[in-house]
């Protein structure tokens, strides 16, 4: 009987709609494709979906300001993201938007389930508003200086730097951001998600371990500070999604960006008629379920996201994986400041496949900001993949192809560095589940070296030379047999590098493949694969 593969879905945040994909985008997204292309090859089935963000008031002034309908805008920045994330080998089952009726029906029967089970509450409230251009402010339409710490330039939600969270009329000095005037207090009814009500199942969850504990203590204060509740809805103008039976009250977009999880899943489901829909949301599925996202966003899938789905009696996420941010040159990213790297300015200077390793060669599980520094970029990879793993294939391919018609030899079963090799895999795998890709580099680069150490000290040079061509073809082809195991381990890392290594050894490389020589096998003529940059 055929073994059933564990079924587990993987999600990123989902780009906003109002810009170019962006290197600092790609960290997260990059991240996940490895994680997912590494569960993949242990044999795991993986629903691996992600989204654009389609709403809010961003969207609603760039179709003011470019004279187009918001549609239009969202569509085309849609294709375009697509295009971007497919260059960097980022494929997703199901890639969607979130102003698509799949979302505004699933938003719609979640809010009428939290308002008949009593978690939605209407009150007034007082609320920024600008005079000049006539609208409410949303969060990230205001600036001012922390109430906490008094740093200045602060959104009006959250402080970069202390990371506390508020209301925006406690911001001091407030402006804003579209007008650059001070703002008025205005008083305004909304709905509320009385997250109170959830304090001590969410509690319960976050501490049974969805977290590295580099995360917990900080959610843990928040508790400790009081639990408010959350402002769902959102007043006109703006682009969204109605709350039904209300002329001017819209859903707040991370309301229904949240829920854009599930409607994006569902409509891969429909797309592939997968059956039973409800098996991966059902408040007892067996189905994991991962979320990767930014520190920045911690507060809305642990706090809010969770209490949505506790709520709606549906599961909660099986784990967030957290990643910090990139900066470049030790500098936050800024486009005035030419520190902002679009990811199809980099597709049209450098391989793909060197930002997925030179990320993969800084990500660890921990939330620590990642730099990219151009010379060490440009250093590591002529380093690592150019001088090291493309070195070991092309000086043992020369002699197989040259001197025994392609073919490997048959005689090097007992070979002690070809065991050393394979047993590596459980470390290597280990490191790939706990995200540690830092560690996963660094251990194949030690085996590299190990490698190339074996075929020097050999000297198939020096065989040839000697005409000792069974000691040579043995040697050389125990050399592709250590570059065929180190590129199974980089598997997830490289896929365009893998693809035509593939093709040059002639087979398909698999994870349990690892532990099988090629013995007697014929190979293809190599081909230079890469340049020094």
């Given amino acids: 009987m055929k073994k059933k593969k564990k079924k587990i879905i993987v999600t990123c945040a989902f ?260 059956k039973n829909f409800d098996k991966f949301w059902y408040k007892k599925s067996k189905i994991k379920l991962y979320h990767f996202i930014g520190k920045d966003i911690i507060y809305f899938h642990s706090l809010f996201w969770s209490s949505i789905l506790e709520g709606s009696k549906l599961r909660k996420p099986t784990k967030l994986f957290i990643h910090g941010y990139i900066t470049i040159n030790n500098n936050k990213m800024s486009k005035s400041r030419k520190t902002y790297i679009k990811a199809k300015s980099y597709f049209i200077k450098y391989n793909t496949d060197f930002l997925r390793y030179y990320y993969a060669n800084k990500l660890s599980n921990s939330i620590n900001d990642i730099n990219f520094n151009i010379n060490d970029f440009l250093k590591k990879i002529n380093n690592d993949i150019i001088n090291k793993l493309a070195n070991l294939i092309s000086r043992n391919s020369f002699f197989i192809n040259n001197y025994f018609h392609n073919k490997l030899s048959k005689l090097f079963r007992n070979s002690k560095i070809f065991k050393i090799f394979i047993q590596e895999s459980k470390k290597i795998s280990k490191f790939y589940l706990n995200l540690q890709f830092n560690y996963v580099t660094n251990l194949i680069m030690k085996l590299i070296d190990l490698a190339n150490f074996y075929i020097n000290i050999r000297k198939p040079w020096y065989l040839l030379k000697k005409k000792k061509y069974n000691n040579l073809n043995k040697i050389c082809s125990i050399g592709i047999n250590l570059f065929k195991i180190l590129i199974t381990y980089l598997k997830p890392i490289l896929p365009n590098f893998i693809l035509k290594n593939e093709f040059f050894l002639n087979i398909k490389l698999t994870w349990l493949g690892i532990k099988k020589p090629l013995l007697g096998h014929k190979i293809k003529k190599f081909n230079k694969l890469f340049k020094h940059i």
């Avoid at 569960?39 to 979906?49: E, H, M, P």
């Avoid at 698509?100 to 699933?106: D, I, M």
């Avoid at 920024?128 to 251009?133: I, S």
């Fill in 15 to 274: 780009p906003y709609s109002n810009g170019s994909i962006h290197i600092g985008h790609l960290l997260e997204h990059i991240q996940a494709d490895i994680w997912v292309r590494y569960n993949r090859l242990i044999g795991k089935k993986v629903y691996f979906i992600c989204s654009d963000d389609n709403h809010g008031t961003a969207i609603m002034l760039k179709s003011k300001e470019k004279k187009k309908k918001p549609e239009n805008i969202i569509f085309k920045i849609y294709k375009e993201h697509i295009l971007d994330f497919k260059k960097f080998n980022i494929i997703y089952d199901k890639y969607f938007f979130t102003h698509n009726k799949e979302n505004r029906l699933l938003l719609n029967i979640i809010f009428d389930r939290l308002k008949h089970n009593g978690y939605i509450i209407k009150k007034k409230c007082s609320q920024l508003y600008d005079k000049k251009a006539k609208i409410f402010l949303s969060d990230r339409f205001i600036k001012g200086s922390c109430p906490k710490c008094y740093s200045k330039n602060q959104y009006g939600d959250n402080c970069e730097i202390c990371g506390a969270f508020y209301k925006s009329i406690e911001l001091i000095k407030p402006k804003s951001i579209i007008t650059n005037f001070k703002p008025i207090i205005k008083k305004t009814n909304h709905f509320f998600l009385k997250l109170s009500l959830f304090k001590k199942k969410i509690k319960k969850w976050i501490i049974s371990g969805i977290v590295n504990k580099q995360i917990l203590n900080k959610l843990l204060e928040w508790f400790k500070n009081g639990i408010k509740s959350w402002n769902i809805s959102r007043n006109k103008p703006y682009f969204g999604f109605k709350i039904k039976n209300k002329k001017n009250k819209f859903f707040y977009v991370w309301f229904d960006a949240l829920i854009g999880y599930i409607s994006t899943l569902k409509k891969l489901c429909n797309y592939n008629k997968i």
